[in-house]
């Protein structure tokens, strides 16, 4: 205690040096002291509480309430990576609060970091449920500014057998305390400068921002959060907690169950079915009282909901009318408290019914047996939950609390939620084509990667219902901004209540947009990562060895199971790449946060594309001024790399090139704005249900590895600085010009193959515009090295296109880069090797045409001044058809080769570049001598038909 007091007594030291010195005193003779301790249990104990103590960074403990009485609750805050016993994963901040009524938690990955506060019945273990949520929160919180943050604390003196409201009453007692004990060592913000809190030593920097959000059992707290804020002065105000009476109602809005339904609707559409115009049969978890459940059994007429089950019922309905089932949800889910035991009995169909889990026996009906493929007579309520789970239906839904599915490796000790022990089943069980994850927790990370390999289709609880974090993320960035239009007097407090509401449907659709990017990211991963195992094991690598992923605690596989999965032709599955996402995502938002890309004008413009159309036309200046601008403008951009351009994106750019991510973040840019890969995107995205999924995912590889190769070509060629500050008008119009006449630049196979892609997309259904920009995607990529070719020859982008395609036919350049680029990879090396050849050839190409454009003059075509060319080069050229022929009959085609071609390609372009230098040497020492010639003539001997200097025609 003396050295407790010694650190955070604020009225025990008139200076900090004078408190350093107390300190070093205290812990000297604590340590001496211990040397004297025989038991070594007791000297671990008393090293712990000092190491704990050490630990501390601020504490309440010497603040007084109102009547100058110490307060009867403490709040400690504490560093985790400090303290050596602390289990994986530590966050960066823990504040614990401790009263004889209540006890909590709060875990933060980051300063700036936001998760839901719970009110949690595991009054044994909250901090490792806490601690488990914080994990999720931290992947999930990809999407949005803040990191993951999670709180949770237990009631400890509700009365037996209480009453709903008493227990309310409590709750909501503790709950006020739990958020006075965060916001008592939390420092403040008065007119933009920080105010730290009053009685508090701290022993960190500043760290003012704190937000909570609604969690299980707390639903319904906002008010009383944000009241709680508005009593501290706390400058977030009512943004404080987010869904609040003036803020956005997660129920009302159904955030987070649409969310997760646009994840279910991607993995049907993937496999041929529109769940909104199909009828297909659904299990759930949940009721239609709670948020998650009910909102999302009410996202389609279609769905058969055959059964479902909460704490207290099984609903039963083996063959349902979709349309009268739907209505009768929605009588439910309006139903204040309603349960299952309030569904009109008369809809239920034969065989069906509402069953009590309290109930000693169920008897199984012909109807039940049928559609859930069960055999017995009599289930307990246990089992026959656990039958459900495992029934052959197309989607199971899970909008409840428990853990109800586990890996066969894991036992269910190892889950954690000993309440569903008794019902819980084994991921290779599970016949349902797909999962939807709008609860947390539903099922073990282990059980989703083994159900992913037993054929289902799922994401991870952390992508499924991610909207509802980025819901109130939205919601807390919009009031910091509105909140200081209204302390500038320029917005009242009703104005600022109707805007919000106004923008309800508009905030909705910023955040399913993220839901639909990312879920649509994660499935072209996954119909690509076969190909790429080798990349995605270095980006596995590359996170490790940077101290951003520990493989074991998110469940990544080890090496050896990758080469195992690899032979079985099997890659990453679904919820493993979803992890890794995440991961990759988290990693380049702080990255680029702390870069010069915030301050980029033209990159600065993302800072929109987080709020709603209406605060950047009313308020742009203030959008541009935001508190968070940096983070904002960091998160933004990251989500739109990754989702475009692919996970192993940065990854494969940062040990190829060796550049930083701010770098490649420049050259992303200015390749998306030239080639105008958003509106692409969006075209294809455009083609849902009208076109086969497979397509459009195919035709979106097609557009990230035109993004991937004109990032690094800019990247490579030092440009990227300029560029992403105001679009190069000259790489713009190659690329229009380059993508509007690609057909009368090919020739030969590359124009046949272009035709034949061309037709197949317009076949499919593809419009002619969007079918032309796919087919000549690949060839769209040489409009860069076709502008700076005219750029340093002054010539028109036409004519110099029309060299290069030529040159690239003549010499069968087409045919090399398409050999390189369909080459078996089998590591790392060669990898990074391919990629280089590929740059290799187009440097070349581009360099060859700069040698050509010398030949063009008004008198001769293009066509002869490449045959002039061609004449010009004989030996050099000779020896390369010779190579080029040697490799294509060669049975089996090998890096070597390529290499030595290059290398060949080299040659010839750097005599062409000398004989091109050569020749106009000789052409002005030509030039100069005819002129000096000329000069000394007699006017006699002058030749017929020679212009005099008055412009006169001479004669002999």
């Given amino acids: 205690m003396q050295l407790f007091k010694t650190r955070f007594d604020p009225h025990r030291f008139s200076s900090s040096k004078k408190r350093r010195d107390g300190e070093a005193t205290c812990e000297a003779n604590i340590l001496a002291a211990l040397d004297k301790v025989d038991n070594l249990n007791d000297d671990q104990l008393f090293r712990a509480y ?55 938690v709060h875990l933060r990955g980051g300063k700036v970091a936001r998760g839901g506060l719970r009110w949690s019945d595991r009054i044994e273990d909250f901090r490792t449920e806490v601690l488990g949520l914080v994990k999720a929160q931290q992947v999930k919180n990809s999407v949005i500014v803040p990191v993951g943050a999670k709180g949770g604390f237990v009631a400890k003196c509700i009365p037996k057998n209480a009453s709903r409201d008493v227990l309310q009453k409590e709750g909501i007692r503790c709950y006020k305390t739990f958020i006075c004990a965060l916001l008592d060592i939390t420092d403040n913000l008065v007119e933009g400068k920080v105010q730290p809190p009053e009685n508090v030593v701290r022993r960190d920097e500043d760290d003012t921002y704190l937000v909570v959000a609604a969690d299980k059992g707390t639903a319904t707290f906002s008010d009383i959060a944000n009241a709680i804020s508005n009593d501290y002065n706390f400058w977030l105000g009512d943004a404080f907690a987010s869904g609040g009476s003036i803020g956005y109602d997660h129920k009302k809005m159904g955030i987070t169950a649409k969310g997760a339904w646009v ?89 069906g019914g509402i069953f009590k889990r309290s109930a000693k026996v169920i008897d199984i009906s012909a109807q039940m047996k049928k559609t859930f493929l069960i055999n017995e007579d009599r289930l ?141 990211a994660i499935s072209i991963a996954e119909s690509e990562v076969k190909k790429r195992m080798g990349e995605y094991r270095n980006l596995i690598h590359g996170l490790e060895k940077r101290g951003r992923l520990r493989r074991k605690l998110e469940f990544m596989p080890s090496d050896e ?84 351009m692919g996970i192993t994106f940065t990854e494969r750019l940062l040990q190829s090139l060796g550049n930083d991510f701010a770098s490649i973040t420049k050259a992303f840019i200015t390749a998306r704005d030239v080639f105008c890969l958003e509106d692409i995107w969006q075209s294809i995205e455009a083609l849902d249900h009208k076109v086969p999924a497979q397509l459009q995912m195919e035709m979106m590889s097609d557009v990230m590895r035109l993004g991937r190769r004109a990032t690094r070509w800019f990247v490579r060629n030092r440009r990227a600085g300029n560029e992403s500050e105001q679009k190069n008008s000259l790489f713009t119009v190659s690329a229009e010009v380059i993508q ?120 001769e075509g293009i066509k002869q001044a490449i045959d002039d060319w061609l004449h010009c080069q004989g030996e050099l050229l000779h020896r390369w058809y010779t190579m080029i022929a040697e490799i294509q009959q060669a049975q089996t085609q090998e890096f070597a080769m390529f290499s030595v071609a290059i290398r060949e390609l080299l040659d010839l372009a750097q005599n062409s570049h000398h004989c091109n230098t050569q020749r106009q040497k000789k052409q002005k020492i030509e030039k100069k001598t005819s002129a000096e010639d000329l000069s000394s003539m007699h006017p006699a001997a002058m030749p017929k038909n020679t212009v005099n200097r008055h412009g006169q025609s001479g004669s002999a």
Wanted: overall charge negative.
């Fill in 50 to 104: 000092l190491e704990l103590i050490n630990a501390t960074l601020r504490s309440n403990y010497f603040q007084c309430d109102e009547h100058g009485e110490f307060k009867a609750y403490m709040a400690f805050k504490i560093s985790p990576t400090a303290v050596s016993a602390m289990p994986l994963p530590k966050p960066m901040f823990e504040i614990f609060v401790y009263a004889p009524w209540v006890e909590g």
């Fill in 263 to 351: 994840s279910v609707q991607r993995l049907f559409r993937e496999k041929g079915i529109n769940v909104q115009t199909t009828d297909f049969n659904v299990i759930g978890i949940g009721d239609m009282s709670g948020d998650v459940f009910g909102n999302g059994m009410l996202l389609s007429e279609h769905i058969c909901l055959q059964a479902a089950f909460n704490h207290l019922h099984i609903f039963i309905d083996p063959k349902p009318n979709p349309g009268k089932s739907f209505k009768e949800r929605q009588r439910l889910f309006d139903l204040p408290r309603s349960s299952w035991a309030d569904y009109e009995a008369s809809l239920i169909s034969k065989g």
């Fill in 380 to 520: 307990t309520p246990s089992q026959l939950i656990s039958a459900l789970l495992c029934a052959p239906v197309d989607l199971l839904w899970n909008g409840g609390i428990g853990t109800y599915v586990k890996a066969t490796s894991e036992s269910h000790a190892d889950v954690g939620d000993k309440a569903n022990d008794i019902l819980r089943v084994d991921a290779n069980k599970l016949r349902c084509k797909v999962i939807g994850e709008g609860g947390n927790l539903g099922i073990t990370q282990l059980a989703r990667v083994e159900y992913a390999l037993h054929g289902g289709a799922s994401n991870t609880d952390f992508i499924d219902n991610a909207a509802g974090v980025d819901c109130s993320d939205h919601e807390v960035n919009i009031k910091i901004l509105l909140n200081e239009v209204v302390c500038a007097g320029d917005m009242t407090e009703k104005q600022r209540r109707k805007i919000l509401e106004e923008m309800t449907e508009n905030v909705s659709s910023l955040v399913l947009a993220n839901n639909y990017r990312q879920t649509q």
């Fill in 561 to 644: 199971t990758l080469d195992e999965r690899k032979a079985q032709g099997k890659g990453l599955m679904r919820p493993e790449l979803s992890v890794l996402i995440s991961y990759v995502k988290g990693e380049l938002k702080e990255a680029l946060v702390d870069s010069a890309i915030p301050d980029d004008a033209n990159i600065a413009k993302a800072v929109e594309t987080a709020f709603p159309s209406i605060l950047c036309q009313r308020y742009k200046s203030q959008v541009y001024q935001h508190r968070l601008r940096r983070e904002i403008i960091a998160t933004q951009v990251a989500n739109e790399m990754v989702n475009l």
């Fill in 740 to 859: 509007k006449k690609l057909g009368d630049f090919l020739h030969g196979e590359a124009r046949k193959q272009w035709q034949r892609k061309l037709k197949r997309l317009q076949g499919a259904g593809v419009p002619d515009g969007l079918a032309h920009t796919i087919a000549g995607s690949t060839h769209l990529y040489a409009s860069l090295g076709i502008a700076e070719a005219a750029g340093k020859a002054s010539a028109k982008v036409e004519d110099v296109a029309c060299i290069y395609f030529s040159i690239g036919e003549k010499l069968q350049l087409d045919w090399v880069n398409q050999q390189i680029s369909t080459m078996n990879i089998e590591n790392h090396w060669q990898a990074l090797a391919r990629e280089s050849f590929r740059d290799d050839v187009e440097w070349q190409q581009s360099s060859l045409t700069g040698s050509v454009l010398p030949f063009v003059s008004n008198n």
